[in-house]
């Protein structure tokens, strides 16, 4: 569990200082949310098990040395935590605007 928090920590750093190299508001906007989904995505590591793993890392194994089991299976709770990221960040500005 303190696994998880430091990771999903980290990777909000990460995406913040990402998102520091762009000067436009939308495009910083845009940037955390990609960068954070990206990095804290989690799935199943392989059909049929329990574990979870960062799908960063399952796009990188299926490149790699895994089976090819679709990407397809990745995208869709990636798309999830996009969609959700850039929600709640626009939801966030818009409630602490004032």
Known sequence: M?????YILL?????ILLSNLFSKKIYK????????????????RAPG??????????LLLENTILDNN???RI????????SFSI??????RKIFKN
């Open 2 to 6: 303190i696994f998880w928090i430091i």
């Open 11 to 15: 990777s909000l750093v990460i995406s």
């Open 29 to 44: 906007l845009l940037i955390l949310s990609l960068s954070f989904s990206l990095i804290t995505a989690v799935w199943l």
């Open 49 to 58: 098990e329990n574990s979870l793993s960062p799908i960063i890392t399952i």
């Open 70 to 72: 679709g990407y397809i």
């Open 75 to 82: 995208f869709r709770p990636l798309s999830v935590f996009v």
């Open 87 to 92: 929600i709640s960040i626009l939801l966030w």
